[in-house]
């Protein structure tokens, strides 16, 4: 645990999540929590976190308008694929996607029972931690979704997010090296893992690219992720 000012901050892999969290910040990077903020700055209304392929597939059918998405390589019944750099040039104005990714699905899943669970990337960054701010969390488990809770990319953006939410002022560069330098980032740009843009690093790379936060809420049965907008208060520059 680390004591940021107000704010107590844990730092979990999924595995090590023994209890219910009041507020969880699940993190991925690289790249489901940055391709979902690109969904909704494609015009998605909302994401169904899915908890299996299968759910995904049967989601799909059942609404067949909805946008099936998973990681890896394109599969038969998915409309697309994990990449920030691919979904850019699709228009989902008003539509649903259904997302199922090795880690960033799965992590928010692990917490769904939480008050209050937010999922981020390092382009909802600064979203992320004015909501923080806002709600005044005194108590937050950051989600390291990557790499049995191990990934730098993942665990970078946490500690930047949690620094930013208690001092406004932190530098985010240290932060980008360490994610950029990943091993995800190695493994997207040498094409070790599949579904991937050229531009997909640097897409996950760009801080504080969306003006909103993303929240996800239990839509019984169903878990889902929906963009929210903090507006700045003006004391906010004082903490
Ligand atoms: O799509 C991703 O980058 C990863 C899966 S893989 O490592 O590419 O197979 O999924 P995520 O849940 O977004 O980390
Ligand atoms: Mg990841």
Not at 4 to 12: Q, T, Y
Not at 193 to 206: F, K, N, S, T, Y
């Amino acid at each position: 645990m680390r004591d940021h000012d107000w704010m107590k901050a844990r730092f979990l892999g999924i595995t090590e999540l023994s209890q219910t969290p009041p507020v969880a910040v699940v993190v991925d990077v690289m790249r489901a929590f940055t391709v979902a903020a690109w969904a909704f700055a494609q015009g998605a209304e909302k994401i169904v976190l899915a908890e299996s392929l299968d759910e995904a597939l049967t989601l799909k059918a059942r609404h067949p308008d909805w946008v099936a998405l998973k990681d890896g390589p394109p599969a038969p019944g998915f409309d697309t694929v994990n990449s920030p750099g691919l979904l850019r040039s699709v228009d989902l104005g008003g539509r649903t996607v259904v997302q199922k990714t090795t880690a960033g699905t799965v992590g928010a899943l692990a917490v769904k029972e939480a008050p209050l669970v937010l999922c981020a990337g390092f382009v909802v960054a600064e979203a992320t931690a004015r909501l923080l701010r806002t709600r005044e969390c005194d108590s937050v488990t950051f989600v390291i979704t990557g790499e049995d809770g191990h990934a730098d990319e993942d665990l970078a953006c946490a500690q930047y997010i949690a620094r930013r939410a208690t001092e406004p002022g932190t530098d985010a560069a240290e932060f980008l090296r360490r994610a950029g330098e990943s091993r995800a980032a190695a493994e997207l740009r040498e094409g070790v893992r599949q579904g991937v843009h050229p531009d997909d690093v640097a897409l996950c790379l760009e801080l504080d690219r969306f003006p909103f936060a993303m929240v996800a809420t239990q839509e019984d049965p169903l878990m889902v992720l929906r963009p929210c907008t903090v507006p700045a208060l003006t004391d906010q520059a004082s903490i």
